[in-house]
């Protein structure tokens, strides 16, 4: 039997209104999540301004330091969630798991500070963007119940919410300062508020009476673990493919190298945010027409989501290459438009990321877990690979072909691994 403890909270209740449409899901999570990446973009574009390349190569080795470690803490329970389409588990399941490993995540990157030979300044800056991580680590965990009942407009206008304060109150400290720990601590109290204030008010709409936050039950517990599990070392992974190039970049150049690189590799970040909006509002009737056997509906809207995948380099190559330097020099300094092959080598590599992550919701929504593990974990020791022999010979530009390399392995083998999911089933 399960037990758990229910929480009071504040009156404000959300009126019932009828469950958005596909359409109208996506056009919310695309919207929230372009005005997301605009805004983070813009605070990358704050600290390159007003600090220096330095300023950002530290910010972004506190996301790299921090990243790895919740996504595994996170155990992609967002996904689980948004696909448990059978109810095995309740809220208060995945909410007191999400705390609890939040909670190791936090410790895990203070025991990594204590180890690792950085100042006091920088030890400080990704301990607080560890804090911020922990704090968005229950903003999604909330964002999987309302997108399990497709309320993606509700999780698009949270998105919304925080980057326009967090663009705000991490430009304004900055600029007045000119501290990173300070800035990093108040986009930590932003986000803070914005899942007290407005998240949980929208979990209550959803929850109804009696509001469970909190399951004690520790088999359903250890059995919501094993699910998840294999995400979680999956997106680890795929944290680390990601930022394998930057803790090398920083061995190899140093912080003010990492900090253009991370600036340019930025456009990874808002593609799949971009992506993620599709993925995100097709997730859940995925795996409803995977579970009814559906599978000519299944195969058909992956199609399109990797059809319009393929517009991401053929528009972005030819931007880059004709207008990158101009880009780079108005976004950031003068002197990151030096690397617009750098650029180009990005765009390519986002439209194979975009084909990789749309493959990866429909492995997602299979419910096929374990089978992703292999892929990525040859996926990154690719990138580190190709990282350790091309950087010290071509510096920005070898980081770039590593990852590009890498994703290019990834994609070809979640298609072969979709597949045989697919496959297995049909004949099931």
Known sequence: MNTA????????????VATPSLRQNFKWTF??????????????????KAGSAAIVGQFALGLAIAAPVFMFSNLQLRAV??????SEYEFADYFTLRVLASGLGLAVVAALMWRLPYDATTRWVVMLVAASKAVESLSDVVAGLLQKHERLDQVAMSLMIRGALSLAAL??????THNMVTAVAVLVVTWTAVFAVYDLWRARGVLGKPRQYFGVDGGRLRRL??????????????SLNINSPRYLLVKYLGEAELGMFASMAYILVVVTLIVNALGQSATARLARMFAARDFAGFRSTLGKLLTLAMAVPLVGVPVAALFGRRLLT?????????????????????????????LGYGMTAARSFRAQVPV??????TTVALCLVLIPRMGLVGAALALLGSTALQCLGFKWALGKAVREAEIG
């Open 31 to 48: 919207a929230g999540n372009v005005i997301y990446a605009a805004c983070q973009w813009g605070m990358l574009s704050v600290l390159a």
């Open 225 to 238: 673990l094993a699910v998840s599990a294999p995400l979680g070392v999956v997106m680890t992974l795929v």
């Open 330 to 358: 108005l976004l950031y300094r003068a002197e990151y438009g030096d690397h617009v092959n750098v650029l180009v080598i990005m765009m390519v590599t986002a439209g194979l990321t975009a084909v990789g992550s749309f």
């Open 376 to 381: 990525i974990g040859a996926t990154c020791v």
């Open 171 to 176: 430009g304004t400290a900055f600029l007045r």
């Open 5 to 16: 403890v229910a929480i009071e909270t504040a009156t404000l209740e959300t009126p019932q």
């Open 81 to 86: 969630q948004a696909t448990d389409a059978r």
